[in-house]
């Protein structure tokens, strides 16, 4: 049984390891919410012992990682929507390989005529 091979790692490990996976599904929700156009942010920082009472997860044997408000923006009342947006310029946010066309067929996204043939840089 896979529970059996995480058994031995220690309870540390174990949570260290959950919270990891919390936040891979935690991407994909917040992925999924900017195409249905619903407004999410993470959140961290919050009390999880507190959180973790308020929802009763305790007696679930579950824990609160990271949280997510959901809603539309009420564009009305919205200060920032018309404010100037600012993006790292491409040159400064990806390293692209040198050799480009060597690697094209390694790295086309099947179907969609693309070829990603750059990597994020480290933050500084």
Same mark, same amino acid.
């Given at each position: 049984?896979?529970?059996?091979?995480?058994?031995?790692?220690?309870?540390?490990?174990?949570?260290?390891?959950?919270?990891?996976?919390?936040?891979?599904?935690?991407?994909?929700?917040?992925?999924?919410?900017?195409?249905? %156009?619903?407004?999410? @942010? !993470?959140?961290?920082? +919050?009390?999880?012992?507190?959180? $973790?009472?308020?929802?009763?997860?305790? =007696? &679930?044997?579950?824990?609160?990682?990271?949280?997510?408000?959901?809603?539309?923006?009420?564009?009305?009342?919205?200060?920032?929507?018309?404010? %100037?947006?600012?993006? @790292? !310029?491409?040159?400064? +946010?990806?390293?692209?390989?040198? $050799?480009?066309?060597?690697?094209?067929? =390694? &790295?086309?996204?099947?179907?969609?005529?693309?070829?990603?043939?750059?990597?994020?840089?480290?933050?500084?």
């Amino acid at each position: 049984m896979l529970l059996d091979l995480y058994e031995p790692m220690g309870k540390e490990w174990q949570e260290n390891r959950c919270v990891k996976q919390a936040y891979i599904s935690f991407t994909l929700a917040l992925a999924a919410a900017a195409e249905q %156009k619903v407004d999410v @942010t !993470p959140m961290e920082g +919050f009390d999880n012992t507190k959180m $973790d009472e308020f929802l009763g997860l305790e =007696e &679930l044997q579950l824990k609160s990682v990271v949280i997510m408000p959901i809603g539309y923006r009420e564009e009305a009342n919205d200060w920032l929507l018309n404010l %100037k947006k600012w993006r @790292t !310029p491409k040159d400064e +946010f990806v390293t692209e390989y040198p $050799d480009k066309d060597k690697w094209k067929s =390694e &790295l086309s996204i099947p179907g969609s005529g693309k070829t990603s043939v750059g990597m994020p840089r480290q933050l500084k």
